[in-house]
């Protein structure tokens, strides 16, 4: 590795750049596993914030990158760092679909019901973005996810997946319980704002 052969000057290592970022954040989210390990090996923190808050194990969980994340956490990343929005590592990989990064989080005791800014949880966002394997697998860890848990509009993940027509993962909120009378602030059930055949399905689920 070049990088190795010339060595880095340690000033650049841990340099800051003007978004706050430093070289750990752009080898992070390309993926670089090597130079991931080498900067952690010459004490680049593992957790810094950029401008924004995102740590590099935001970013590479973002990103899809299994490996890197897996290093990142093994060297003492925080997995429920949040950057400035109040999106954790497990809201960007369970909206994105990284179903091997959302296990890999979880199991290292990752906060299932964290919630950001408009109150949304990881169960909101793979439920509205269609990713059905997320969801089952955030349905099915252990018994701490609060599946009616409602966003600052009042809304459950129920309410979203019906919104979009996520049929598949509707389907699945409701199989494990999900309340079809739970009403947002638009005093609407996850039934009335779901299109005409999702609701006739879901009404026969209960």
């Given at each position: 590795?070049?990088?190795?052969?010339?060595?880095?000057?340690?000033?650049?290592?841990?340099?800051?750049?003007?978004?706050?970022?430093?070289?750990?954040?752009?080898?992070?989210?390309?993926?670089?596993?090597?130079?991931?390990?080498?900067?952690?090996?010459?004490?680049?923190?593992?957790?810094?914030?950029?401008?924004?808050?995102?740590?590099?194990?935001?970013?590479?969980?973002?990103?899809?990158?299994?490996?890197?994340?897996?290093?990142?956490?093994?060297?003492?990343?925080?997995?429920?760092?949040?950057?400035?929005e109040g999106?954790?590592?497990?809201?960007?990989?369970?909206?994105?679909?990284?179903?091997?990064?959302?296990?890999?989080?979880?199991?290292?005791?990752?906060?299932?019901?964290?919630?950001?800014?408009?109150?949304?949880?990881?169960?909101?966002?793979?439920?509205?973005?269609?990713?059905?394997?997320?969801?089952?697998?955030?349905?099915?860890?252990?018994?701490?996810?609060?599946?009616?848990?409602?966003?600052?509009?009042?809304?459950?993940?129920?309410?979203?997946?019906?919104?979009?027509?996520?049929?598949?993962?509707?389907?699945?909120?409701?199989?494990?319980?999900?309340?079809?009378?739970?009403?947002?602030?638009?005093?609407m059930t996850?039934?009335?704002?779901?299109?005409?055949?999702?609701?006739?399905?879901?009404?026969?689920?209960?």
């Amino acid at each position: 590795m070049a990088y190795k052969r010339i060595g880095m000057r340690l000033s650049v290592l841990r340099k800051v750049f003007k978004n706050g970022r430093v070289l750990l954040h752009w080898a992070a989210l390309s993926g670089k596993i090597e130079l991931v390990q080498y900067l952690l090996d010459q004490g680049s923190p593992v957790n810094h914030p950029d401008d924004i808050g995102m740590t590099p194990l935001i970013l590479s969980a973002s990103a899809g990158k299994v490996q890197v994340c897996h290093l990142l956490i093994s060297k003492g990343a925080n997995v429920n760092s949040k950057n400035d929005e109040g999106h954790s590592s497990l809201q960007y990989a369970a909206s994105k679909g990284w179903n091997d990064i959302v296990k890999m989080l979880l199991i290292n005791h990752a906060d299932i019901n964290v919630a950001d800014k408009r109150g949304a949880r990881p169960l909101h966002r793979a439920a509205s973005q269609g990713k059905t394997a997320v969801v089952k697998i955030l349905l099915d860890f252990g018994n701490q996810l609060q599946i009616d848990a409602k966003d600052i509009y009042g809304n459950t993940a129920l309410h979203l997946s019906c919104e979009e027509n996520r049929i598949e993962e509707a389907k699945l909120l409701v199989s494990h319980g999900a309340r079809l009378d739970a009403k947002n602030k638009e005093n609407m059930t996850p039934l009335e704002v779901a299109p005409p055949q999702l609701a006739r399905t879901l009404k026969e689920l209960a």
